[in-house]
C-alpha cells in the first residue's frame, strides 16, 4: 500500500483543486517524478531548509520542497520528497510488519543528497516490543551502528500495533491496541539521514495536547535542546493526552542537539537532530500519566532515587565575596549566629558559590573555623562545584576533553585558564576520585552532597562564530564548549547534553555518605537517578514576577522528565535587585516545591535578609508548614522512587479527564491531596483556583473552611493574603503533619498529627485514605490510613511512632452537639469542635500507630444533643 492514503485525507479537506507538483534537481539524479502535492493545510505544513538565514524561492524549489509566495515560506511536499523508499517489500511473501519486528527493512532514499548537500545515507528500521507497554522504533545507519536488541516480546502480545507503508514512500503508524487510536505517525512528514543532520516528523493525535521536553505544554516555538547557560535543560521526552484523556509517552535517545517545533493546528512535531547518530524513539503505552511516568522510569535505570530526608529542608548559600575570604568567612559566620538567634528552620550551608573558585580542589584554610561552627549547629555542608580545573592539573592529557589537536582544550572561564575532565573516559574515575577524597579530607561528617554549578559545561571564551555550528537560537557553542571538541574520537557536541549527566555520575560515586544529595544545573534523561536540580531555565535569574512563574513550570516540567527532586531555582532569583512582596510570594510558592534553595549576590534574600519583620515572620512561617509537611513530602518521594510518579505536577497529571486542566500553570498539586495556588501579580488580594470535575469537597488545609459543597469543574476566587499560601485538600485524603522544628531529623523525631478531609456522598457516606513512609537506618515506617464517617483505621509496620492529634474535616458537627471519641473499648480521648468550620479536633492521643494488629479511633456525634452513653 503506497502512502498516498495521507495525501487524500488532507485534499478532501480543501475546497480546491489538487495541483500535482513535479519538479526534478539535477542534483539528485535518482529523483523520480511521483504525484505529490504542495497543496496542503497551512497547519500540516512541515517547514523545510528552515535556517537563520531567509530562503529564496529558487533555493527552496531545488532543494525539493514547496514554496508559497503569498507569506514566502519554504515546506515539505505531501509525501516529501525526502523520503525512503523500502528495497526489501514483498508484497507476496512476508508482511512487512513482520520484517519490521523480526528482522530489519531496508530503507533507500528517494534523493541522494539532503535539504543541506549532505549525502543522504541508507538505513535500516526495527520496532521491537521490550514489554506489552514499551515500544521502540529504530531508524540507523548501519554502516556505523549495531543494534544489540535482547529481552523482546512479540508485538501482538502488546498493548501496541503498528501498520508499515511502502515500497515508494515508507512510513509507520503505532496505534494503541485496545482502543485503535493512532499514537504516533510518520506518515505526513519527512524522513531525513545524512551526516550531522537528521529530521523527522511525527503525527500526534488530533486534538490532543503535548507536554514535556523539561517544561509544561509545548507551543509552537521552536524549542532548542542543548544546555547552557540560557538554555538550561535537555529533556527529550513528552506526554500527550488524547481527547479523552488518555496518556502515552515519546522518549527520544539522542544526546546531541535536539530541535523540537510542534504545529499546533495539526499536532505534527518536526524534531531535528543535529548528530549523526540514529533515531531511537520509545513509545509508552500509558493510559494515565501516572502509567506513563512507570514505564518511562522504568527503562534503562531511570528509577529516581530517593533522597536523603534533610534534602527536604530548606538550603542556604550566597554569591558573594569571591576574592577576600575573610569577608566571605564573616559572611557566613554571621548568618550561622543569626538563624539560631532567630530560630530559623533550614538544612544546609553551601558558605560560597565561589569557595572554590580556583579550581584546584582546595577548601580554602578561613573556613575552617565556620565549619567547626555548622558542626555544632547540626547543620549539613553542601558545597557548590564546577567541572573544570586549572589547566595546570589537566594530566595526563587523555583524561580531559581535547581540543582538535588531540591536547586538552583550554577555554576561559570567571577569569581563569581551565580545561575539562572528560567523563566519558572511565580511565577518568582515579583521578578524579583522588582529588575529591583529598578536597573532603576531614569533613566526611558534615558533607551532605554538592550543588554542581556551570556543568553543561559554562566557558566564557569568545568562540569564532563564523566557524560555530548555526542554530534556531544562535550558534551552538555560545557560552559553552567548543562544538568540534573532542571526546576521544567523538565530537562534543555529540555527547554535549550528556555531559552534565556524567559530571553528576562521578561525583555521586565519591561521596560515602549512605544517602548523598547530588543536585545539578545541566539535566538530561536519567539525572532523577544520580539526584535532582537546583537549576531555572537559565543560570543568571532576576528577581521577577515572570521568573517566578518560570520557576514554578521548571519545577513541574522536570518533575514531568522523572526528575522529583527540582525546585526551579533559587528563591527570589540569584541577580540583581528585588522586590520584597514578590519575595515574600516567591518563598510561598518555593515552601511548597520539592527541593528549596536560597542563593544570590548582593543584595542577598534569604529570610534573614530581607528588609521588613513582616515579611521575615511570613517566610519563617512558611518554612515552618514546609517542615511540618516533610512525612507527606517523603511519602511522596518513596511513590516517586518506586513508580516515577511526580512529587508536584500539573492539574492534568491527576486530572487527565478534565480537558480544563490542561491549560493551568499557575496552580499545581503537591501528591494526591494538596492543592497550590500562588499569586503571580503584583498587588493580589485573591487568586481564582480551579476545583476539577470530580464530586469531592475541597478544604482550606489551615483550619479545614470548606471552599465549595462537592461541586465541580468550576472556578472558585479564594482570598490570597500576602503573607499566606492559598493551600487547599481534596475531600477523600488523610495527610501525616507534625510540629516543625529547627532540622528535619528533629521534626521527623516528633509525634504525629493527621489531618483528615472527608468525601462524603449524598446518603452521608464518607471516606479518606492516606499513608505514612519513611526509611530508617535500621527498619521502616509504612503506615497505611483508611477513614470514614464514624472512625480511623491504621495498619502497618514500625517502631515507637505515636499520633498525638486528629483533625477531621467534612462532618456535620456544631459545638451544640455531644461528641466523643473513643480510642479503645474503655478508653476516650479529649476532642473539641469548631462550629464555624465544621472541624473535630482530637488531641493528646498518644496512640503507638505500631501495635501489630493496627488499630481504631471512633468518633461518635450525638444528633439529638444529649448525652453519648461509651
Same mark, same amino acid.
Given at each position: 500500500?503506497?502512502?498516498f492514503?495521507?495525501?487524500?485525507?488532507?485534499?478532501?479537506?480543501?475546497?480546491?483543486?489538487?495541483?500535482?507538483?513535479?519538479?526534478?534537481?539535477?542534483?539528485?539524479?535518482?529523483?523520480?517524478?511521483?504525484?505529490?502535492?504542495?497543496?496542503?493545510?497551512?497547519?500540516?505544513?512541515?517547514?523545510?531548509?528552515?535556517?537563520?538565514?531567509?530562503?529564496?524561492?529558487?533555493v527552496?524549489?531545488?532543494?525539493?520542497?514547496?514554496?508559497?509566495?503569498?507569506?514566502?515560506?519554504?515546506?515539505?511536499?505531501?509525501?516529501?520528497?525526502?523520503s525512503?523508499s523500502?528495497?526489501?517489500?514483498?508484497?507476496?511473501?512476508?508482511?512487512?510488519?513482520?520484517?519490521?519486528? @523480526?528482522?530489519?527493512?531496508?530503507?533507500?532514499?528517494?534523493?541522494?543528497?539532503?535539504?543541506?548537500?549532505?549525502?543522504?545515507?541508507?538505513?535500516?528500521?526495527?520496532?521491537?516490543?521490550?514489554?506489552?507497554?514499551?515500544l521502540?522504533?529504530?531508524?540507523?545507519?548501519?554502516?556505523?551502528t549495531?543494534?544489540?536488541?535482547?529481552?523482546?516480546?512479540?508485538?501482538?502480545?502488546?498493548?501496541?500495533?503498528?501498520?508499515?507503508?511502502?515500497?515508494?514512500?515508507?512510513?509507520?503508524?503505532?496505534?494503541?491496541? @485496545?482502543?485503535?487510536?493512532?499514537?504516533?505517525?510518520?506518515?505526513?512528514?519527512?524522513?531525513?539521514?545524512?551526516?550531522d543532520?537528521?529530521?523527522?516528523?511525527?503525527?500526534?493525535?488530533?486534538?490532543?495536547?503535548?507536554?514535556?521536553?523539561?517544561?509544561?505544554?509545548?507551543?509552537?516555538?521552536?524549542?532548542?535542546?542543548?544546555?547552557?547557560?540560557?538554555?538550561?535543560?535537555?529533556?527529550?521526552?513528552?506526554?500527550?493526552?488524547?481527547?479523552?484523556?488518555?496518556?502515552?509517552?515519546?522518549?527520544?535517545?539522542?544526546?546531541?542537539?535536539?530541535?523540537?517545533?510542534?504545529?499546533?493546528?495539526?499536532?505534527?512535531?518536526?524534531?531535528?537532530?543535529?548528530?549523526?547518530?540514529?533515531?531511537?524513539?520509545?513509545?509508552?503505552?500509558?493510559?494515565?500519566?501516572a502509567?506513563?511516568?512507570?514505564q518511562?522510569t522504568?527503562?534503562?535505570?531511570?528509577?529516581?532515587?530517593?533522597?536523603?530526608?534533610?534534602?527536604?529542608?530548606?538550603?542556604?548559600?550566597?554569591?558573594?565575596?569571591?576574592?577576600n575570604?575573610?569577608?566571605?568567612?564573616?559572611?557566613?559566620?554571621?548568618?550561622?549566629?543569626?538563624?539560631?538567634?532567630?530560630?530559623?528552620?533550614?538544612?544546609?550551608?553551601c558558605?560560597?558559590?565561589?569557595?572554590?573558585?580556583?579550581?584546584?580542589?582546595?577548601?580554602?584554610?578561613?573556613?575552617?573555623?565556620?565549619?567547626?561552627?555548622?558542626?555544632?549547629?547540626?547543620?549539613?555542608?553542601?558545597?557548590?562545584?564546577?567541572?573544570?580545573?586549572?589547566?595546570?592539573l589537566?594530566?595526563?592529557?587523555?583524561?580531559?576533553?581535547?581540543?582538535?589537536?588531540?591536547?586538552?582544550?583550554?577555554?576561559?572561564?570567571?577569569?581563569?585558564?581551565?580545561?575539562?575532565?572528560?567523563?566519558?573516559?572511565?580511565?577518568?574515575? @582515579?583521578?578524579?576520585?583522588?582529588?575529591?577524597?583529598s578536597?573532603?579530607?576531614?569533613?566526611?561528617?558534615?558533607?551532605?552532597?554538592?550543588?554542581?554549578?556551570?556543568?553543561?559545561?559554562?566557558?566564557?571564551?569568545?568562540?569564532?562564530?563564523?566557524?560555530?555550528?548555526?542554530?534556531?537560537?544562535?550558534?551552538?557553542?555560545?557560552?559553552?564548549?567548543w562544538?568540534?571538541?573532542?571526546?576521544?574520537?567523538?565530537?562534543?557536541?555529540?555527547?554535549h547534553?550528556?555531559?552534565?549527566?556524567?559530571?553528576a555520575?562521578?561525583?555521586?560515586?565519591?561521596?560515602?555518605?549512605?544517602?548523598?544529595?547530588?543536585?545539578?544545573?545541566?539535566?538530561?534523561?536519567?539525572?532523577?537517578a544520580?539526584?535532582?536540580?537546583?537549576?531555572?531555565?537559565?543560570?543568571?535569574?532576576?528577581?521577577?514576577?515572570?521568573?517566578?512563574?518560570?520557576?514554578?513550570?521548571?519545577?513541574?516540567?522536570?518533575?514531568?522528565a522523572?526528575?522529583?527532586l527540582?525546585?526551579?531555582?533559587?528563591?527570589?532569583?540569584?541577580?540583581?535587585?528585588?522586590?520584597?512582596?514578590?519575595?515574600?510570594r516567591?518563598?510561598?510558592?518555593?515552601?511548597?516545591?520539592?527541593?528549596?534553595?536560597?542563593s544570590?549576590?548582593?543584595p542577598?534574600?534569604?529570610?534573614?535578609?530581607?528588609?521588613?519583620?513582616?515579611?521575615?515572620?511570613?517566610?519563617?512561617?512558611?518554612?515552618?508548614?514546609?517542615?511540618?509537611?516533610?512525612?507527606?513530602?517523603?511519602?511522596?518521594?518513596?511513590?516517586?522512587?518506586?513508580?516515577?510518579?511526580p512529587?508536584?505536577?500539573?492539574?492534568?497529571?491527576?486530572?487527565?479527564?478534565?480537558?480544563?486542566?490542561?491549560?493551568?500553570?499557575?496552580?499545581?498539586?503537591?501528591?494526591?491531596?494538596?492543592?497550590?495556588?500562588?499569586?503571580?501579580?503584583?498587588?493580589?488580594?485573591?487568586?481564582?483556583?480551579?476545583?476539577?470535575?470530580?464530586?469531592?469537597?475541597?478544604?482550606?488545609?489551615?483550619?479545614?473552611?470548606?471552599?465549595?459543597?462537592?461541586?465541580a469543574?468550576?472556578?472558585?476566587?479564594?482570598?490570597?493574603?500576602?503573607?499566606?499560601?492559598?493551600?487547599l485538600?481534596?475531600?477523600?485524603?488523610?495527610?501525616?503533619?507534625?510540629?516543625?522544628?529547627?532540622?528535619?531529623?528533629?521534626?521527623?523525631?516528633?509525634?504525629?498529627?493527621?489531618?483528615?478531609?472527608?468525601?462524603?456522598?449524598?446518603?452521608?457516606?464518607?471516606?479518606?485514605s492516606?499513608?505514612?513512609?519513611?526509611?530508617?537506618?535500621?527498619?521502616?515506617?509504612?503506615?497505611?490510613?483508611?477513614?470514614?464517617?464514624?472512625?480511623?483505621?491504621?495498619?502497618?509496620?514500625?517502631?515507637?511512632?505515636?499520633?498525638?492529634?486528629?483533625?477531621?474535616?467534612?462532618?456535620?458537627?456544631?459545638?451544640?452537639?455531644?461528641?466523643?471519641?473513643?480510642?479503645?473499648?474503655?478508653?476516650?480521648?479529649?476532642?473539641?469542635v469548631?462550629?464555624?468550620?465544621?472541624?473535630?479536633?482530637?488531641?493528646?492521643?498518644?496512640?503507638?500507630?505500631?501495635?501489630?494488629?493496627?488499630?481504631?479511633?471512633?468518633?461518635?456525634?450525638?444528633?439529638?444533643?444529649?448525652?453519648? @452513653?461509651?
Amino acid at each position: 500500500m503506497r502512502i498516498f492514503y495521507a495525501s487524500v485525507i488532507l485534499f478532501l479537506a480543501v475546497a480546491v483543486p489538487v495541483i500535482v507538483f513535479f519538479a526534478v534537481d539535477s542534483s539528485n539524479p535518482k529523483f523520480t517524478p511521483e504525484p505529490w502535492t504542495c497543496n496542503i493545510k497551512v497547519g500540516y505544513r512541515v517547514p523545510c531548509l528552515q535556517t537563520t538565514t531567509e530562503v529564496s524561492e529558487d533555493v527552496c524549489v531545488e532543494g525539493g520542497c514547496c514554496w508559497n509566495a503569498s507569506d514566502t515560506t519554504c515546506f515539505h511536499s505531501l509525501p516529501s520528497q525526502h523520503s525512503y523508499s523500502v528495497d526489501n517489500w514483498d508484497s507476496n511473501g512476508t508482511p512487512p510488519l513482520t520484517t519490521l519486528e @523480526e528482522g530489519y527493512l531496508n530503507l533507500t532514499p528517494r534523493l541522494n543528497n539532503s535539504l543541506f548537500g549532505n549525502h543522504a545515507v541508507e538505513l535500516q528500521t526495527r520496532a521491537v516490543s521490550t514489554s506489552d507497554v514499551i515500544l521502540r522504533l529504530y531508524l540507523y545507519d548501519p554502516t556505523t551502528t549495531a543494534l544489540d536488541i535482547n529481552d523482546t516480546i512479540p508485538l501482538n502480545s502488546s498493548q501496541f500495533t503498528a501498520k508499515v507503508y511502502g515500497p515508494e514512500y515508507f512510513s509507520v503508524q503505532i496505534y494503541r491496541k @485496545e482502543s485503535t487510536s493512532l499514537l504516533l505517525s510518520t506518515s505526513l512528514g519527512p524522513i531525513i539521514a545524512c551526516n550531522d543532520y537528521w529530521e523527522l516528523a511525527l503525527q500526534l493525535p488530533k486534538n490532543s495536547s503535548v507536554f514535556g521536553l523539561g517544561g509544561l505544554r509545548l507551543s509552537s516555538k521552536p524549542k532548542l535542546l542543548y544546555n547552557s547557560g540560557h538554555r538550561l535543560g535537555a529533556n527529550p521526552f513528552i506526554m500527550i493526552l488524547d481527547a479523552d484523556g488518555r496518556a502515552h509517552g515519546i522518549l527520544f535517545n539522542n544526546t546531541g542537539p535536539l530541535e523540537f517545533l510542534l504545529l499546533e493546528n495539526s499536532n505534527l512535531l518536526s524534531v531535528k537532530s543535529r548528530s549523526r547518530v540514529m533515531w531511537d524513539i520509545s513509545v509508552f503505552a500509558g493510559p494515565t500519566p501516572a502509567d506513563v511516568m512507570d514505564q518511562y522510569t522504568s527503562t534503562d535505570d531511570l528509577r529516581p532515587t530517593l533522597p536523603p530526608p534533610w534534602a527536604l529542608g530548606v538550603h542556604i548559600c550566597r554569591d558573594t565575596e569571591r576574592q577576600n575570604e575573610t569577608l566571605a568567612a564573616l559572611d557566613v559566620m554571621g548568618f550561622l549566629k543569626n538563624a539560631t538567634e532567630n530560630e530559623l528552620p533550614y538544612e544546609s550551608d553551601c558558605l560560597q558559590e565561589g569557595l572554590l573558585y580556583q579550581l584546584d580542589f582546595n577548601i580554602p584554610t578561613s573556613m575552617k573555623a565556620v565549619i567547626q561552627k555548622m558542626r555544632e549547629t547540626g547543620r549539613k555542608l553542601l558545597l557548590s562545584l564546577p567541572p573544570h580545573v586549572q589547566s595546570s592539573l589537566a594530566t595526563p592529557n587523555d583524561l580531559f576533553v581535547l581540543n582538535e589537536a588531540a591536547a586538552p582544550l583550554q577555554e576561559e572561564y570567571n577569569g581563569l585558564n581551565v580545561s575539562y575532565p572528560d567523563f566519558f573516559n572511565e580511565d577518568l574515575r @582515579e583521578w578524579f576520585s583522588s582529588h575529591i577524597n583529598s578536597m573532603t579530607q576531614g569533613i566526611e561528617d558534615i558533607l551532605g552532597g554538592f550543588v554542581l554549578q556551570d556543568n553543561w559545561p559554562a566557558s566564557n571564551t569568545k568562540h569564532n562564530t563564523s566557524a560555530d555550528m548555526a542554530v534556531v537560537e544562535g550558534t551552538l557553542s555560545e557560552g559553552t564548549l567548543w562544538w568540534h571538541a573532542r571526546h576521544g574520537n567523538v565530537s562534543h557536541y555529540q555527547k554535549h547534553n550528556e555531559y552534565g549527566l556524567r559530571h553528576a555520575q562521578f561525583v555521586a560515586s565519591n561521596l560515602t555518605t549512605d544517602m548523598p544529595l547530588v543536585l545539578s544545573a545541566a539535566t538530561y534523561t536519567g539525572i532523577g537517578a544520580v539526584g535532582g536540580s537546583h537549576a531555572h531555565t537559565q543560570a543568571d535569574v532576576s528577581g521577577t514576577w515572570s521568573n517566578m512563574k518560570t520557576a514554578l513550570e521548571t519545577a513541574l516540567g522536570l518533575g514531568l522528565a522523572g526528575i522529583p527532586l527540582a525546585g526551579g531555582g533559587s528563591v527570589c532569583g540569584t541577580t540583581g535587585e528585588y522586590d520584597e512582596e514578590l519575595c515574600v510570594r516567591w518563598y510561598l510558592m518555593s515552601s511548597m516545591l520539592p527541593l528549596m534553595r536560597i542563593s544570590s549576590e548582593a543584595p542577598l534574600r534569604d529570610p534573614l535578609n530581607l528588609q521588613s519583620k513582616s515579611s521575615r515572620d511570613a517566610v519563617k512561617r512558611a518554612l515552618e508548614l514546609r517542615y511540618s509537611l516533610l512525612a507527606y513530602f517523603y511519602s511522596l518521594f518513596h511513590e516517586a522512587n518506586r513508580t516515577g510518579v511526580p512529587v508536584t505536577r500539573p492539574m492534568f497529571f491527576d486530572f487527565p479527564a478534565d480537558n480544563a486542566t490542561w491549560t493551568i500553570d499557575e496552580q499545581f498539586m503537591i501528591g494526591p491531596a494538596l492543592l497550590a495556588c500562588p499569586a503571580f501579580y503584583k498587588n493580589t488580594v485573591s487568586v481564582s483556583v480551579y476545583l476539577p470535575k470530580e464530586n469531592t469537597t475541597w478544604y482550606h488545609f489551615l483550619g479545614g473552611h470548606k471552599v465549595n459543597n462537592g461541586t465541580a469543574g468550576l472556578n472558585v476566587r479564594v482570598t490570597s493574603l500576602t503573607n499566606e499560601l492559598v493551600l487547599l485538600m481534596r475531600g477523600g485524603f488523610i495527610v501525616p503533619s507534625q510540629k516543625a522544628n529547627l532540622t528535619v531529623d528533629e521534626t521527623l523525631a516528633g509525634p504525629y498529627k493527621l489531618v483528615i478531609a472527608l468525601r462524603c456522598l449524598e446518603d452521608g457516606s464518607c471516606s479518606a485514605s492516606g499513608n505514612l513512609y519513611r526509611d530508617l537506618k535500621d527498619s521502616q515506617i509504612n503506615v497505611t490510613f483508611t477513614a470514614n464517617e464514624t472512625g480511623l483505621a491504621f495498619s502497618g509496620s514500625c517502631s515507637n511512632v505515636i499520633l498525638q492529634d486528629v483533625s477531621v474535616y467534612g462532618l456535620q458537627v456544631t459545638a451544640s452537639l455531644n461528641t466523643c471519641v473513643i480510642v479503645s473499648p474503655d478508653t476516650q480521648a479529649n476532642c473539641t469542635v469548631k462550629e464555624e468550620n465544621g472541624v473535630i479536633e482530637i488531641y493528646d492521643l498518644q496512640r503507638d500507630l505500631c501495635i501489630s494488629e493496627g488499630g481504631v479511633i471512633e468518633w461518635k456525634i450525638d444528633t439529638e444533643g444529649s448525652k453519648t @452513653e461509651l
